[in-house]
């Protein structure tokens, strides 16, 4: 027969195990996972910014990782959307974008699954990282081509509000080669893999998606399971 004591060491494990949940539970939660990602971010962006020149380049893992310092004024990993009216235009769609990732995030239901949640922060966050290097970082730091950036230098910025450079550093060089001849389009020509420069921003959005991809039944079990009544 089992004591009364033992009864009571069980009952206060639980609700031990319980407040140190509760404890870490604002690890899962959206705004702090957006701040955490925010604040690498930047830090990362902030220090390659201020101690590296455009191009400049270091190994961390022998030759298949590198900081090398690129800034691109467009898309994501590095990809380009030409011209100032692109420049405008794309960052313009992208705090609408992140305006509406943003609303969409922070009023889902309670009930919404944990996993949907983070996957959405860690977007918004990337989302909204790569928006402050687009509307203050022409504003906030001069040129890193030949030189090492200023932060607020006194002669100015080296571009207007919307029209800043992405700061972007991981690079993964993990294989290079030459395709075969016989092989379509690229036949004969030189690849890399991983030939895109990122950030922090890049990394979150895209594991984000990605695991919104993979978890989509799970993340959207209602929505299916109502479809698939639907259907029969």
Known sequence: MKSTSDFGLRTSNFHYL???SMKFRFLAHPLFITFLVLIIDQASKFWVKTNMMLSQEFPVLGNWFYIHF????GMAFGMEFGGEY???ALSLFRIVAVSGIGYVLFTLPKTA????????????AGA?????DSAFYGV???ESFNQVATFLPEEGGYASFLHGWVVDMFWFPLMEGTFPEWFPIWGGEDFLFF???FNVADAAISVGIVLIFIFQKKFFKKEVVELEEENN
């Open 18 to 20: 319980q407040l140190n």
């Open 70 to 73: 690129t800034e691109n004024r």
């Open 86 to 88: 692109g420049k405008l």
């Open 113 to 124: 699954p944990k996993g949907l949640k983070i996957c959405g922060a860690l977007v918004f």
């Open 128 to 132: 909204l990282g790569n928006i402050i």
């Open 140 to 142: 906030i730091f001069n």
């Open 195 to 197: 030939r895109p420069v």
